[in-house]
Each structure stands twice: as C-alpha cells, then as structure tokens.
C-alpha cells in the first residue's frame, strides 16, 4: 500500500463515521505517523513520497490511529500535541485541549507584557503563560494549576520550547506551583491570566462525546451558574496584583457582563469586554483600581 493510498484510507474510514473535517484529521494523524516531531512532516514532502509504499509499521499505527479517531478520542491526544499561538503544545488526557478561542487571551495580553511579572491560573498544557513568556518579553511567568498531572505537561512544554530554541537571547524566569487556585500563590504579580473552567454543570451532558468523555471534566465545570471560579479569582486577585495591576480573564459567551460586574465590586476599573472574531464576548480585563 502506498502512502497515497493509505491517506485515502484514512480519510475515507473516517468520512463515513461522520468525523468532521475527516480529511484534515486523516492527515494529522498521518504526519504523526510519519515524523515523531510536531508537524515535522510536511505536506510538499508527502506529494514526493506518496507513491512510496508504506512500512508496515507505519500502516499498522496509521490504522490504529484512525480506529481510535472513530472512536470519537480527540486528534490531539491521539497525536498528542496540538498547535497554540503557532506553537508547538504536547496534550494528553489530563489537560484541556488548547482553542483557538484562547488566542484572544494572549494576543491582548501581549502588549503589556514587557518587563513585567505574569501569573497563569489554571495553566492546564501551560498554553498560555508559555506562549506570554516565548512570544512577548516578560520579566517572569509563573505557571499555577491544582493537577499535579497538569503541570508535568506544561513542565514538558516548557522544556520542548527551549529545546526548539525560543529563548535564544533572554529567557524570563519560569516558576510552575500546585494548588487551589490562590493556595499556591506568595508573590505579586502586574498581570494575572486566567482561563477558568466556565461551563454550568447543567450543560456538560450537552457537549460533543470528543469533549465530556475525554477532557478532563475538572477543567471544564465551572459550577451551577458557571461563575464559581471566576467569583473566587476576582476576589483573590485584589491581594495579588501589585497596584493598578491587570486582571483578565477568558469567559463563556454569555457571562460577560456578569463577569465585568464582578471585577466592578471588586474594585477594578476600565473593565472591558473584548470579542472574538465571531463577535461574540470572549475576553474580560480590568485594572486594579490604584490606591488612595
């Protein structure tokens, strides 16, 4: 079997499950297959090759793959990585999978950056604080999640982008804590960073198998209003934020307003709500009201 035909395969086992974007998923799985290295293997290479015929143990975990694609596990944890920010991330089953929604988050993040000290809450892969502290010129970024699990994948991501060569001139200082929320926390910090769970319990049941029955439903559950984790980093964030510091936050589409009201009887100011590029609310941010 050739590599052509073994992508035809693929794309044709998974078209018929009904999997979306079936051919974009036979390919990432085939390039996992291909080249161990994220995204390494490229598709100009593909069209030289396709006629090659296939090792046998390619096609045995191509074929594997695709089975496990049927079976509704996610791209990401089967390939084990994904792309963020144009980044590479490995995931597996004990984070969230980064969205494209998130982007949002760092690219208003990143202007502020500069020289200051930055705090990721509820880190989960570490998408976020790695690509503030890769992308933008930080003084340091500190990485905070409750899972255990959690972290040793962002410590994992952590390394592989250095591997990669993103601090060739000055890395900031990259710290990671354990703990519930505000419990790992002892420094301050000029810009905290939160993407919280947010979804009510009440709607779990409805999300895509792909979602409720493989990611990790702790990441998700943000309590029967879908505010708790949101109430207790408004609140915590007024002792860690050094003055006129920045609070923001990634929220669901419809809890923008409630979420803006919040940090409004917490004491902060000029509290924004930003939208993503389908206009819908996506973004909370506010600046710790200075004292006296």
Avoid at 64 to 76: F, N, Q
Avoid at 177 to 195: F, K, T, V
Avoid at 204 to 214: A, D, Q, T, Y
Wanted: hydrophobic share 35%.
């Amino acid at each position: 079997m050739t590599l052509r035909e073994l992508y035809g395969y693929g794309r044709k086992e998974l078209e018929e499950e009904g999997i979306k974007e079936s051919d974009l998923n036979a390919w990432y799985l085939l390039q996992s297959c291909l080249e161990k290295e994220p995204f390494s293997y490229s598709r100009s290479r593909y069209f030289l090759e396709q006629n090659q015929e296939t090792p046998l143990e390619v096609k045995k975990e191509y074929e594997e793959k695709i089975s496990a694609r049927k079976k509704h596990i996610p791209l990401e944890y089967i390939t084990g990585y994904t792309e963020f920010m144009g980044l590479p991330f490995w995931v597996n089953e004990s984070v969230l999978i980064p969205r494209q929604d998130t982007e949002l988050l760092v690219e208003l993040a990143l202007p502020e950056v500069k020289g200051k000290r930055v705090l990721d809450l509820c880190t989960g892969s570490g998408c976020i604080g790695l690509s503030i502290a890769a992308l933008g010129n930080p003084f340091s970024v500190t990485l905070s999640d409750i899972s255990r699990e959690a972290i040793e994948v962002a410590r994992r991501n952590q390394r592989y982008l250095e591997k990669m060569g993103q601090w060739k001139e000055r890395k900031p200082t990259i710290d990671f804590a354990i703990g519930d929320l505000w419990d790992a926390i002892h420094d301050s910090y000029d810009l905290i960073l939160s993407n919280p769970p947010y979804i009510e319990t009440s709607e779990l049941s409805g999300l895509m198998p792909e979602v409720i029955e493989h990611e990790p439903v702790s990441a998700l559950d943000g309590g029967e209003s879908g505010l708790d984790f949101y109430e207790k980093i408004v609140d915590g964030a007024k002792e860690y934020l050094r003055q006129e510091g920045i609070l923001m936050v990634e929220i669901g589409y419809n809890q923008g307003e409630a979420v803006k009201q919040l940090m409004e009887d917490n004491g902060f100011v000029n509290v924004q709500i930003k939208k993503d590029l389908n206009g819908l609310h996506r973004v909370v941010r506010g600046n710790l009201k200075k004292k006296g």
